[in-house]
């Protein structure tokens, strides 16, 4: 699926926990560095994923704009992968997929971004939501915890 479909090149590998952890192979897009590699363990050994603390929902890789993320949509189709239609999120437009094992993936822009309904240099100081999640407000800030200030360890 990373290498076949997605374009990605398997770059190395390792085990989990030193020489006698499990394997795990390292797949990367582009150049590789930083934010561009998948880590991979697979096996049967492993137990069934589920959502929760420490748990995955979704995997997310990103795309300049929707002309390219249109692109990525006909060429996962074609390979056989039933994808969604693109969904506005707001700040950004995804796409979205399962590969085998029942992952799911997602494409998203980069815009039109974050900055889109705050100014830029406020980013994060109030709760913003997207206008499709504002008539939840209420329930949404009910459940949320205070964040405790960051204390770099001594």
């Given at each position: 699926m990373l290498t076949?479909?997605?374009?990605?090149q398997q770059v190395s590998s390792y085990h989990a926990n030193g020489d006698s952890g499990r394997p795990v192979t390292?797949?990367?897009?582009?150049?590789?560095g930083p934010g561009t590699e998948v880590h991979v363990e697979a096996g049967r050994h492993l137990p069934a994923g589920r959502l929760g603390r420490g748990g995955m929902h979704h995997v997310a890789f990103r795309t300049p704009n929707v002309a390219e993320q249109n692109e990525w949509r006909r060429h996962i189709t074609s390979a056989g992968l039933?994808?969604?239609p693109l969904i506005d999120r707001f700040y950004f437009h995804s796409i979205y997929f399962r590969v085998p094992g029942n992952i799911?993936?997602?494409i998203a822009t980069d815009g039109p971004g974050f900055a889109t309904d705050e100014d830029a240099a406020h980013l994060g100081e109030t709760l913003a939501l997207p206008p499709f999640l504002e008539p939840?407000?209420?329930?949404?800030?009910a459940g949320l915890q205070p964040i405790a200030p960051?204390?770099?360890?001594?």
């Open positions: 076949e479909v997605l374009g990605f390292v797949f990367a897009a582009g150049n590789g039933p994808v969604s799911q993936f997602e939840r407000r209420a329930e949404i800030e960051y204390a770099p360890a001594q």
